[in-house]
Every structure is written in structure tokens, then in C-alpha cells.
């Protein structure tokens, strides 16, 4: 997922409206987070932002789980790049999550480089950064540490939990974890599962990482380096995978960067340029290694796998919750027929769910963008959802 | 294209039925190649292959040319793989392309690593590897190459010119730039220009390449170094476009390796073993400068550029030469739609054209697989072609 492809700005006045808040929560040695490889993390962190108020019975939290490359920084602006949060389009107010209705939060990943604890965290044992020693991580393990949060914020139940693409996964695996814990779930753009053809472009990038001699088997930190050239050329390989290839075509076709050919090796046309300050840009932001270790809790993920292959059986104690899947019809990372197989399983499971696929030529980062169908059916699906709750 | 993907083998009976010959034929200081950049190339070499005999009246010539990675080992086994020709299915005894019938040449592409001059010959003027003192070429500057070649072999007019994907696009070039040196004309796979997002892609394995610091701005055969990670890391994207999704799922899913997975960064998904036999044994068998240009010569590919946009006037001369135009259904490297658009263009132009979508779930690389119905389609094609042409 692309965060810098939002394309909306915020004014002063609605940033103070965001009443934001958030900082880094560690938990004790006596609450250490069990991980699905068998290992175990004790003293993790997890960095979040809220924003608005927890209302007087707690009913109002929202969990929004962001994507590969996301982070916590969701509304307002971005504490490193000032650029304004990447759903901003979503969240603020008169938006669908709003922070005069509700309280949002959204932490870092588990295994993420905003704050939260990854292989760039400090190895209690060495003192040093993890690096490769940081065991591997899953989405479920992901799950787990923001149930974590979500408890120590002493939020019993969350009206609703949202993400897209990664982050739909993690709805899903909230779905099938913590079915009493959460009122509602909106899964954008995502999968119950990643594909070959999505492992084989993690692959891709992951060799780019790891060619890069700067890598040092993964102890770039330590040794005061870092795999920029490869971890740039696996952001352009990943950041073709989020555009459509008509909107490709569109935005830039065959258009040059000046007049004429270079008759060389240099950005001869607007889509190469494009693609080098996608890499350039993202290795400012981002620490190689969590880029590994989230691209292969990805891969890893198969939410059918751990209930025999059937994945109606995953939201077998979910019939309760309220679900809402949404696809692009132009989205090639997490076509529609993975959101339909969402659905069919979740009709399945006896759990109430609308589904709608949106009209967009734009690729998989759609959802980060301004499309009003989404807007709409998020507004529509939460306000729903929030009157069968008053109702209760 | 990917040449290992040929699934079909020989006895040696059929390789003697093949007739096999060439080798490399060097034009003198008096037959300068002119580039479309405006430099010269002075006394290159082409090497070849060819199969069959030249009949009395020269009227049974057919020139193949090769995709991205191909060679002209397009029959028989590889002097340096030992792996059966990349285009078995199609040439041989009994074949398409019968050298009891036909006389089959073809050469390796100007710009190329298997003994034609390309960036790794060596540069007269310094008697060292070119590396990127070469000349920026194009697909015209490789057809006019090939028309040098047919020329010294004595041929005037080629039965048919035939070729898949970058192969497909040399075809168009030769109908544009040699209508009354071809007969008959037959593109695969391909498409009248490079678009976006192909563009993106090879932008990715050229960065992968020069990103490798054993790549040293060219200079590796010089230094005794080979870029192999960057090289491999770009063999590894392009190979993912090569494939369709469902034949990728079809063949690998998320089959594993092993029981169960390694909790680290091994290969543990069959298809990330997979891509990463491809990237390592594509290094053995090409060079890294060919790969930047040759990927250039397909990105600045635009037949109709040269026509004021109008590709039907590339092909305003060619209206006596009998084209057929195939694609595959599952192809997204150049899908059916270029394809149509070579046929509309063609239409346009009031040339004689067939036009076959295949269905197959294979992806670009089916036309380098045994299919019956593309088999039949060019067998088809030619023999209506050479009724045609001995009733003149």
C-alpha cells in the first residue's frame, strides 16, 4: 500500500478538531506476547495515535489497522514527513470516522519501524538491534498486541474495526479471534489469503533487499549502513502492483521527461522517473528489515489454514458481528473474487455482511484515495451499525 | 520471454533431420550500420543459425526473431545449456516450421550476448568490452541488421518473417521498413508499442541491475566482476509478467518446500524456490549490459511514433504482405487488446490479415509452450500463404 498517494489536505482548524492524542504503551515482563513461530517477545511497545474521545460507555473505539508500509499516523500530519496522514480522506471530521462521533485509534504493527517493536527495536539480550534475530511475525501475532492495546486503553468492545489491504487482513483475523470483542468490521481491498503471484512479488523485493551489500545479513544498524538501493528497487517492483495498468497508462502512457530521448540509461519517461522517487522517497521512511519481516507475515498469511482449509469456520463465533467488504474493480494486488470469497464464507458462517465493488479504474490504492462510493458505503455501513447498537 | 520454459525435447533422429548450419557473419568497415541515434556501427558481427535448404528459386525463407532473452538456437540443442531450442514445438519435422519444407534462419539480435555485437564485443577504438560506450539500439536498428544478414545470404524476398513478443515486434518493424522484402508476416504476443506499465517493469530490472555494485557503471567484464543479484533480481520481476496469476496458483499455490515453515527467510513457498531458479540460471546465460539494452530498444518501441501517431500508415506499404496476428487470453504483458490494435491498424491500412485469440491460462509465455491451437494457426497461416505465393 501506498501512503503517499492521499491526496487531501487538512486546514488548521481541522486538525484541532482531530483532538489527537496517542504516545508509546510498553507492556511488563508479565505480559509477554506469545507468538505464532512459538517464541516470545516480553517488554514489547506499541506506538498509537487516538484521535477524539472515549465516550462514557466506551462504545464509540474504533480500531483502524493500517497497511504494508502504513502507520499510526492516520489523520493529521506525519511527525517525520509533515505530509498530511494517509486516510484522511476517512478520517476527521464530517468524514465517515469522525472524531466528534468517535474514538479512533490505530497503532504501528508489530514488527513495524514507527515506534512500535521490530527487528530495528533494541535486543534486550545484545543491546543492539534485533536485526534478523527478531523472530518472524504474523498477521495473527499482529492481532494479538493491538488486542493488547486496545484492553490497557480499557476498551472492552470496539464499535467497529477497519483497515484495508494488510490491514482488511487484520480485520478478518479479529473477526475470527476476538469475535465478542468487536461490534463491527469493514475489510477494504483485501484477501483472505496471499496468492502465488503476491508471494512471488514479496519474494522479489525481499531478494532486492537482501542483494543489497549494505544489508549485511540484516545488521545494517548496528553496522551504521543501510540497503537503500534495495530496498528502493523492491518498493518499485511492489508500487507497480498497486497502480492499475490503465491508470498507468493515463497518467503518464509514453510521456517523456524532456524533449526527446536520452539515447541512455537515464529517466527517459515520466513513469521511470515516477517509479525511482516512489524507492527514493519510501527509503527515507521505512527500515529494510521490517519491510522483510511484514512482507512475509503477508505471505505467511492463510486464515483458512488453521480451521482445516475452510474459511467459513474462521467466522463461525463471528455470526454476530456486522461485516462490510469492499473491492476495486481495477485492483490486481487483492482482486474482487478474493473479496467475494470473503463474503460466500461469511454467508456461510451465518454472518450478516453487505459487500459492494467499486467502479475504479485506479488499482488497489483506491482505497487510500478520494473515491465517494467508498465514503459512502463506510459512512452508511458505520451509521447502520451504530443505530443496531443503540438499539440494543 | 523466458526460454526455459520450452517443454519439449528431441531424439536425435530429429536433430539430423534439422539440417542445422550458420555462424557469424562480419560485415566489413564498407557496410556501416546507421542507428536510429545517429551514431555508426562499424564492422558488426551477426551470428546465426539456419535449418533446411535454400531452394532452387530462394522462395522458402523464413526468418524467426527472438524475444528479450531468446537466442538463435531456436531448434536443436544449446551449445551452452544443452537444453533443446527454445522453439520446438514449432520447428522441426512435422513442425509449423518444417526444415524439409522451409529455410528456417535465425540470428541473434543486435545488442545481444550470443555472438552478435552488442555491448560485451569488444570496442575497436579502446580493445575493451563496450559496456555502455555502446550505442543505445533500437527494434529498427536490430531489423536492419537482420535485412544485412538476408541480404549476404542471397535472399531477396522472405517467404515469411515470424517471431513472439519482441520477436512480434521486429515482424511489424520488417513489414514497415521491408514490405517488399517479406511475403508473408506473422506476430505473436506482442503489441505496436510499449505501454506504461511495461515500461515500469523493465525499469525495475534495470535499477535491480545498476543498483549492484559488482554492475560498476558498466564495467564488470573489464574488472572481472558480474552484476549476478542484480541481475538475478531482475530476471525474478520480469519472469512474474511472463506468467498469467491462475497459472502461477495452478502450478505452485502456497505449496511448500517443506513440512511446514522455516520461521525465517529461506525459500518456504514452491514458487519463491521457483523464481529463484530463474534468476539463477539466467545469469549464466546472460549479460547484464544486453539485458539494460535490449529492455531499452523494447521501451523505446513505438511503431506508430515515426507515422505521426498513425500506426496504420507503418503499415501503408505492407498491404500486399499476408499478415497473421495471435495472442493469448491470460497474456497481461501484451494482451489482446495490442494485438487488436495491430489488426485494426492493419484493417485500416487494407492488408490481408487473420487474427486468432487463443484461449490459454498460461500467460505471455504460452507462445514459447506446446499449444495445439496456435500449432495449427501457423501451420495454417503458411500453407495458405505458400499456395498463395506459387500461384503468382
Same sequence: chains 1, 2.
Avoid at 498469511?301 to 474462521?314: I, M, N, R, V
Avoid at 453487505?354 to 473515491?371: N, R, T
Wanted: aromatic share 10%; charged share 20%; proline share 5%.
Amino acid at each position: 500500500m501506498d501512503k503517499d498517494a492521499t491526496d487531501a489536505g487538512q486546514s488548521a482548524e481541522q486538525t484541532r478538531a482531530l483532538a489527537e492524542d496517542g504516545g508509546t504503551i510498553r507492556f511488563g515482563p508479565d505480559q509477554p506476547l506469545r507468538l505464532d513461530s512459538g517464541a516470545s517477545l516480553s517488554g514489547i511497545e506499541i506506538a498509537y495515535r487516538t484521535w477524539g474521545v472515549l465516550n462514557a460507555d466506551r462504545s464509540n473505539a474504533v480500531l483502524i489497522c493500517h497497511a504494508l508500509t502504513g502507520d499510526q499516523h492516520v489523520a493529521g500530519a506525519h511527525p517525520t514527513t509533515g505530509k498530511p496522514g494517509w486516510w484522511t480522506q476517512m478520517v476527521g471530521p464530517g468524514r465517515p470516522l469522525d472524531p466528534a462521533k468517535h474514538f479512533i485509534i490505530c497503532s504501528n504493527v508489530l514488527g513495524g519501524c514507527n515506534g512500535s517493536t521490530g527487528p530495528a527495536s533494541i535486543n534486550p539480550e545484545t543491546g543492539k538491534p534485533w536485526g534478523l534475530a527478531f523472530p518472524v511475525i504474523t498477521i495473527p501475532d499482529m492481532v494479538r498486541a493491538q488486542a493488547m492495546l486496545v484492553e490497557a486503553l480499557g476498551i472492552e468492545t470496539l464499535f467497529s474495526v477497519v483497515g484495508g489491504s494488510m490491514g482488511g487482513m487484520q480485520v478478518l483475523q479479529w473477526a475470527a479471534d476476538y469475535p465478542e470483542r468487536i461490534f463491527s468490521a469493514l475489510c477494504i481491498a483485501s484477501a483472505p489469503r496471499h496468492s502465488a503471484q503476491n508471494i512471488a512479488f514479496h519474494e522479489v523485493g525481499r531478494q532486492a533487499v537482501m542483494a543489497d551489500p549494505d544489508w549485511r545479513g540484516g545488521e545494517y544498524a548496528t553496522l551504521g549502513v543501510r540497503p537503500e538501493k534495495g530496498l528502493a528497487v523492491a518498493r518499485m517492483a511492489a508500487h507497480i502492483t498497486y497502480l492499475s495498468e490503465p491508470a498507468l497508462q493515463r497518467k503518464f502512457g509514453r510521456e517523456l521527461q524532456r524533449d526527446g530521448l536520452s539515447w541512455g540509461f537515464d529517466a527517459d519517461f515520466q513513469v521511470e522517473s515516477y517509479l525511482r522517487h516512489q524507492g527514493a522517497s519510501f527509503v527515507d521512511r521505512f527500515d529494510a528489515n521490517s519491510y522483510l519481516y511484514i512482507t512475509r507475515a503477508l505471505d505467511y498469511f492463510d486464515l483458512a489454514a488453521s480451521y482445516d482449509g475452510l474459511l467459513a469456520e474462521a467466522f463461525r463465533k463471528a455470526r454476530d458481528v456486522r461485516f462490510c467488504v469492499l473491492s476495486f474493480t481495477s485492483d490486481w494486488l487483492y482482486p474482487t473474487p478474493e473479496g467475494r470469497a470473503i463474503v460466500r464464507a461469511l454467508n456461510a458462517a451465518g454472518a450478516r455482511v453487505s459487500f459492494v465493488e467499486i467502479q475504479s479504474d485506479k488499482g488497489h490504492d483506491a482505497f487510500l484515495l478520494d473515491e465517494p462510493v467508498m465514503r459512502s458505503a463506510v459512512a452508511g455501513f458505520l451509521d447502520s451499525a451504530a443505530s443496531a447498537r443503540a438499539a440494543k
